[in-house]
C-alpha cells in the first residue's frame, strides 16, 4: 500500500545553501506548466531549520509546503522535494560511489573507506567525527582546486 520507491528522478543534496540551491534548480527543471513544487517536511516548523528552504515556499506562488504530520496528501501534480527525508528510504550504491571517487582522483585507500562509510550508513551506523572544521574550510577548499593561492 505504501511504496516508499519512487520511479520519478531524485537526488541528494548537501545540507548547505548550495546544495540546496542545487536541488531546488534540479528540481524545477522537471516541472511542466501547471505544475507545482510540493515541499514536503515531517513537520512544519522544519521549514525554519534552513532560512533558503523557508524563503523558497514564500517567495513563489507555485511552490506549496506539505507535512507528514497528520496524513498531508498531495493537492497539486508536480515534483516533490522532499526535505530531511528518513535515511532508509534513500539508499546509497556503495560500489557506485567508490567508482566516483576513483574517476574524480581520489587515491589510495580512500575509496574504498568512502565505501565502507556508505556501507556503514546504509546499515544504520552513525559514524562518528573527531573534529570539527572550521566555518571557512569548505570555501578555501574550493578556492584552492580553483586555484587560488591561499
Known amino acids: 500500500m505504501f511504496d516508499r520507491n519512487a520511479d520519478d528522478p531524485t537526488a541528494v543534496a548537501s545540507y548547505d545553501d548550495e546544495g540546496l540551491d542545487a536541488v531546488i534548480d534540479w528540481r524545477c527543471e522537471h ?7 510540493t515541499v514536503w517536511t515531517h513537520l512544519k516548523s522544519n521549514l525554519g531549520n534552513s532560512r533558503r528552504l523557508e524563503q523558497f515556499v514564500a517567495r513563489y506562488p507555485n511552490v506549496e509546503p506539505m507535512t507528514g504530520r497528520g496524513g498531508g496528501h498531495l493537492r497539486a501534480t508536480g515534483p516533490v522535494l522532499t526535505a530531511w527525508p528518513d535515511m532508509p528510504g534513500i539508499g546509497m550504491d556503495a560500489e557506485a560511489i567508490e567508482g566516483w571517487a576513483l574517476a574524480n582522483g581520489w587515491s589510495g585507500k ?32 574550493r578556492r584552492r582546486a580553483a586555484g587560488g593561492d591561499d
Open 110 to 141: 580512500n575509496p574504498e573507506r568512502l565505501g565502507q562509510y556508505v556501507r556503514n550508513i546504509n546499515a544504520g551506523k552513525r559514524s562518528r567525527c573527531r573534529r570539527v572544521l572550521q566555518a571557512g574550510y569548505v570555501d578555501h577548499l
Open 31 to 37: 516541472m511542466v506548466d501547471g505544475d507545482t513544487v
